[in-house]
């Protein structure tokens, strides 16, 4: 067994890396300072390399975001492909960055390490939102791409996301490859001064400028997918990037699909991408109160809509003033108003309706299930994340289905752009054709989505989290939910046991459980797959388990639950839905299922957690 490090020898080894004079200093006034548990945190654990890349907070240290940690991950990420793909470097990679402190810094550094090994490099110059890296590689048929973004993240961090030749974020086993590359090239082999090398990046003559083309193919491609709208149009919108790079690309392809500059308002405030974030904290147009001054804007200018996009611009948000105040959509409700804006046209179209497939993360609504189920088309849902949504859209492509949709509940969105990603400005594209079609026969959004409601059933989500940050106690919550007929008294009719020996409940605030699957690995389990009961979705792993209950006797009442931890945070998620026709009682059981799990599987007051 080697021997741990000491705290001196990971200061001295950095010391003797770090090239960055600002990081060299800041670690070598800790250790003055004799701040060792700080140095601790930063030095002795690695920063992890995963299906996301990297992501964290921008400061010196080896489990930091950095100078040193994105040349040494770039070297690892350029052995790897060289390894795996066939002619790699003439095919190149591409690298584009955001408005992020470092980020077209860091851009450079990954470029050059790519350079200096005789790739040639698609580095785009300026600001561009992220969905463009992965169409510039499926353009361009790269081998891979990187782009410089921590998404919505807070101001503090920063990320480098990996897309892999097919245009879509890596899976495994890439992941691990790449991490134990990243592993074996530690040794800086940078032949210029960082600083130097990031800049002399953009000027190398293998270093090509393709961001006007890709950005006119783009444009092109999302212009050709809509129909243009009426001059009649009556609707004014305002949008917002949040402070991100969205505007320019979401003022283009708003303009392109005719839509008047009158109609559409930009919130001043957050117009202008700004690595402060000044009007939030959290730019994420998820996050409670992040469309305030959007809202306010729109009440100052008379829109009738709300749209936004998160800094990197791969996500989208609305909101709708109604009768009752502004109505924010969630990220389920604009999946099933853009799912239904695709079978419309396809129908329309005359298409083959059998060859129609979409995909949604397992956490997302199951409304486009039962829109799939009545209508005829192929819905597959798959685990959290566009890496897995992208990959499931390509493999269907490959069996012969047209997937022009995908999405996660997280306002993510998949909308016909070309690309296996989540894009924020085809989104708002999309959302702006559906709500001005909508016009034309005197509805709206809101009043749309009440349409598919009365079709499709009545669909209610109630998503949430705990915040433990004790992973013994995480491991201890879930132990339990697998042993759940020995702890808890009334369970012991439990008729979910797995091969493993796990046993789970068997109901939830009066309702039946009538399946369970528990995508965690070691104890893959899918109670509706017998014999073997082996899940048809990867595992994984963290914890992941899925409950489906309902009740007969309480108007064919549905509920589905999912709970599992995040990869990123100190959390235990759950994602809830209810579909009936009284939603009344829908409302008073979810709040019923969140007692429960409150009270009785998190055991939140005695496991001190805390709540959003």
């Not at 050059?112 to 890296?133: D, E, I, M, S």
């Not at 990031?198 to 999302?222: G, N, W």
């Not at 012969?400 to 924020?424: L, S, T």
């Not at 039946?512 to 792993?541: A, C, I, K, M, N």
Request: with cysteine.
């Amino acid at each position: 067994m080697s021997k741990l490090p000491t705290l001196k020898d990971l200061v001295d080894s950095w010391l003797q890396a770090d090239q960055n004079e600002d990081t060299r200093a800041d670690i070598q006034t800790l250790w003055e300072e004799g701040n060792t548990a700080e140095l601790e945190r930063r030095l002795r654990n690695r920063i992890d390399f995963g299906t996301a890349g990297l992501r964290g907070r921008m400061e010196a240290g080896f489990s930091r975001m950095n100078d040193l940690i994105i040349i040494q991950t770039s070297q690892g990420l350029c052995e790897y492909i060289n390894t795996q793909v066939q002619n790699a470097k003439s095919r190149g990679v591409v690298v584009g960055h955001d408005h992020r402190y470092n980020s077209e810094r860091w851009a450079g550094l990954t470029a050059a390490v790519f350079l200096q090994k005789g790739f040639k490099v698609y580095l785009h110059r300026g600001l561009v939102h992220t969905p463009l890296v992965p169409f510039t590689v499926r353009q361009k048929r790269a081998a891979a791409g990187v782009m410089i973004t921590a998404s919505h993240n807070p101001k503090q961090d920063n990320g480098y996301k990996v897309y892999w030749g097919n245009a879509v974020q890596i899976i495994a086993p890439h992941d691990i490859g790449i991490s134990s590359a990243i592993m074996s090239k530690l040794d800086i082999e940078l032949s210029s001064p960082w600083s130097i090398a990031s800049k002399r990046a953009f000027e190398h003559p293998q270093s090509l400028d393709v961001t006007d083309e890709m950005y006119e193919a783009y444009f092109r491609i999302l212009k050709g997918l809509t129909a243009p709208i009426s001059p009649n149009s009556t609707i004014t919108f305002v949008t917002t990037p949040m402070h991100g790079v969205g505007n320019k690309p979401v003022l283009q392809a708003l303009q392109n699909m005719g839509l008047s500059l009158q109609r559409i308002v930009v919130v001043h405030e957050q117009q202008d991408p700004d690595p402060e974030f000044p009007t939030v904290p959290f730019p994420n147009p998820e996050e409670h109160g992040a469309l305030t001054l959007a809202m306010r804007k729109a009440d100052e200018v008379g829109a009738a809509y709300v749209l936004a996009q998160d800094p990197d611009a791969d996500r989208f948000s609305a909101a709708q003033r109604t009768s009752a105040g502004w109505h924010q959509f969630s990220g389920d409700q604009l999946g099933s108003l853009l799912a239904s804006r695709i079978l419309n046209k396809y129908k329309e179209n005359g298409k083959s309706i059998d060859r129609l497939a979409m995909v949604a993360s397992t956490v997302s609504s199951k409304m486009i299930e039962s829109m799939a189920k009545a209508e005829g088309f192929n819905f597959v849902e798959c685990l959290t994340g566009f890496k897995y949504i992208g990959n499931v859209a390509s493999r269907l492509s490959e069996d012969g289905y047209d997937v022009p949709f995908g999405y996660e509940e997280a306002i993510g969105f998949m909308v016909e752009n070309g690309i296996r990603d989540k894009d924020g400005v085809s989104a708002t594209v999309a959302f702006v054709e559906l709500v001005t079609q909508l016009e034309t026969r005197g509805s709206s959004a809101f009043q749309y989505l009440e349409e598919l409601y009365e079709r499709y059933g009545y669909f209610e989500t109630n998503n949430s989290y705990f915040i433990c940050r004790d992973p013994p106690t995480i491991d201890a919550i879930f132990a339990r939910l697998r042993q759940y007929s020995s702890v808890y008294p009334g369970s012991s009719n439990n008729s979910f046991r797995s091969p493993a020996g796990a046993t789970y409940p068997a109901t939830i605030a009066s309702l039946r459980v009538h399946s369970v699957r528990d995508l965690t690995s070691e104890y893959g389990f899918d109670s509706t797959r017998p014999p073997h009961f082996q899940p048809d979705l990867p595992l994984s792993g963290g914890h992941m388990i899925t409950f489906r209950a309902g009740s007969l006797e309480h108007d064919n009442v549905e509920v589905v639950l999912t709970i599992r931890t995040s990869g990123t945070e100190p959390k235990i998620k759950y994602y809830l839905e209810g579909k009936g026709s009284d939603r009344t009682f829908i409302a008073r059981i979810l709040q019923k299922v969140v007692a429960e799990i409150r009270n009785d599987w998190m055991e939140a007051t005695k496991n001190n957690l805390q709540e959003p």
